[in-house]
C-alpha cells in the first residue's frame, strides 16, 4: 500500500510520524507532500518519509491521502489534485469543518473518510473520530482506522454531525485542560510557589486525576464526593466553582466550538 499525506504541519507531521511505522505500508516509505522550503528540509531530514514539493509527482501513486491542510487552503488545494486523482483512491481529510459532500464534489471522487483529530496524538494519546462516504469498503475503512490508530485511539461514529460533534468534545478538548491548568497553575504562583513547584503541582494532579478516573469505573461526580467532606476545603472550592455556574460555562464553551464547526462545514470556502 502507498500513503500519502499532504501537508507537513503540526496534524500533517503528527500522523505522519506515527503512520509511518505502520505494518500496512509493508517497509514503503510513507510520501508526505508539502510547499514550505522550510517545512520541507525538516521533513527530508526523517529517513521514513518520500518528500515531495509536487503532486503530479506522488499523487497518482496513491491508495489512501490523508489531507492535512488548513480548511481556508482546501478549495485552492483540491483545484490542483482534481486532475490527478482517481475513484479508486480513498481520500482521508483531517481538516475541521469541510463535509464528505464537499471534498467528493471538488475532487469528482466517491470515497472519502472524515476524521477529527486532537493534539494529544503528538505524544501518542489523541483520539481520532471518523465516519465515512457510502463508497468507502469495511476493508479500507479497517485500514484507515489502523492507521489512525497509530497516533492513540479511534471511534467510529455513524454521520458527519458527531463529527462536528466531537470537535466541540474532544478537538478541542484539549484547549479546555490547558485553559483550567493555566489558571489552577497561576493560582499556585499567586500563593508563592516557584513556577516548577507550581508545574509540578498541577500536572501531578492532572495526571493523577486522570489515571484514578481511567483505572476505574467511577464516575466524575462520584470521585469529587469521595475527595470532597462537608464543610472541608474541597466542599469550599466545588461551591465556588457551582455558585460562579462554572459547569454550565464549559458546556457552553463546548456547544460554541461545535457550533463552529457547523459554520464552517457550510462555507469553508
Known sequence: MKLLVIGGGNMGLTYSEGMSKSPLLNRKKLMI??????????????????????????LPQADI???????????????????????????????AGVTIDFIKDHLGISKVVRTMPNLPAKVGKGVTSFTESHDVSRVE?????????????????????FIDKSTGISGSGPAYVFYFMNSMLEAAKKMGFSDNDSKVLVSSTFEGAITLFNESNISPQKW????????GT?????????DNNVKELIKDAAYAAFERAVELGKDPE
Open 141 to 161: 475503512l479497517l485500514m484507515v482506522r489502523n492507521l489512525l490508530d497509530t497516533t492513540g485511539a479511534s471511534i467510529h461514529v455513524e454521520t458527519e454531525k
Open 234 to 242: 474541597t466542599q469550599a472550592a466545588l461551591d465556588s466553582m457551582e
Open 33 to 58: 507532500q508539502d510547499l514550505s522550503t522550510d517545512i520541507l528540509s525538516s521533513l527530508r531530514e526523517n529517513p521514513e518519509f518520500e518528500v515531495y514539493d509536487n503532486l503530479d509527482d506522488c
Open 224 to 231: 469529587m464526593d469521595r475527595v470532597a467532606s462537608k464543610g
Open 65 to 95: 491521502v490523508f489531507i492535512a491542510v488548513k480548511p481556508y487552503h482546501c478549495v485552492e488545494l483540491f483545484d490542483k489534485m482534481k486532475d490527478i486523482v482517481n475513484d479508486q483512491q480513498v481520500f482521508v481529510s483531517l481538516m
